[in-house]
């Protein structure tokens, strides 16, 4: 079964970090990604590299990805994946893009500007709970 829980962002440096996930938007859309290899959606995101914080890589992860090239960026939470006893954390974050450059880099294939979650995820167990989070977070309805 798997379970996920949400913490305030300044709870990330008491736990081992290991991703930094994006919900992005631009105008009045959200921004998802086609990873090279997939068929799939995703939200922006991925591994945080040694010696960087969940905010850089959020940054560098969101540039990555979506070639933004001009953006504001804030941490919403903390979040935990716990499944089969093994619990993963994350730092959760939202970000308005303002500009983009003009070729995807890296393992991007595609960019979909959507203003809800597409269909086809690629973690449909989890994105959908990441992305209701930041939506309530922007609405004010998130208490910790």
Request: net charge negative; hydrophobic share 40%.
């Amino acid at each position: 079964m798997l379970k996920v829980d949400f913490k305030p962002y300044r709870e990330i440096s008491e736990v081992n970090v290991k991703y930094a996930v994006v919900i992005a938007r631009f105008h009045d859309n959200f921004v998802f990604v086609k990873h090279r290899e997939r068929t799939t959606w995703e939200i922006p995101g991925g591994h945080i590299e040694p010696g960087e914080s969940a905010y850089e890589a959020a940054e560098r992860e969101l540039s990555e990805e979506t070639s933004a090239v001009s953006f504001s960026i804030i941490p919403v939470a903390l979040y935990s994946v716990s499944r089969e006893g093994v619990t993963t954390y994350g730092g959760l974050f939202f970000a308005d893009i303002v500009s983009f450059s003009e070729s995807l880099l890296f393992e991007t294939s595609e960019l979909s500007f959507q203003s809800n979650l597409p269909d086809n995820l690629t973690y449909p167990e989890i994105q959908p709970l990441l992305f209701r989070f930041v939506l309530d977070f922007l609405e004010g309805n998130n208490q910790f």
